[in-house]
């Protein structure tokens, strides 16, 4: 982590809204169905919510069914993992790799070629739309 983006809990609290705190700073969910970016399709670069670092890229959304954006990769470096053995459950967690901030969950059930679900927490993210991936811009527009 980065001098520049480490923080305390006490300064994330003073930055960031309730439900983004609670989300990205106390490992919290959003219901399904009810995030900002569950069922976005707009080409973009998703940043993490608390300190900007780019983390997905929208060619690599997809629809998961799952009521949360869900990606088949990550950017390179971007994410961290670390174990979840909350709710009684065996998760693989996602963090921030820059912020540690929590972004949710990868699952091995996802679509090709990565067979991988990031499974995200719409609070946890904001969409970059002045930044498209290449393979998402119209040539000639």
Sequence with gaps: MTDDKRKSDDQWRKLLDESSYAITRQKGTEQPFTGEYWDTTVPGLYKCFCCKTPLFWSDA???AGCGWPSFFRSIEGAVATAE????GMERTEILCAACDAHLGHVFDDGPNPTGQRYCVNSAS???????????????GE
Excluded: G, R, W
Excluded at 84 to 87: A, G, I, N
Excluded at 126 to 132: A, G, K, N
């Design 61 to 63: 959304k997809y629809d």
């Design 84 to 87: 979840d053995l909350s709710h």
């Design 125 to 139: 993210v904001e969409l970059d739309q002045s930044t498209v991936p290449d393979s998402q811009q119209v040539s």
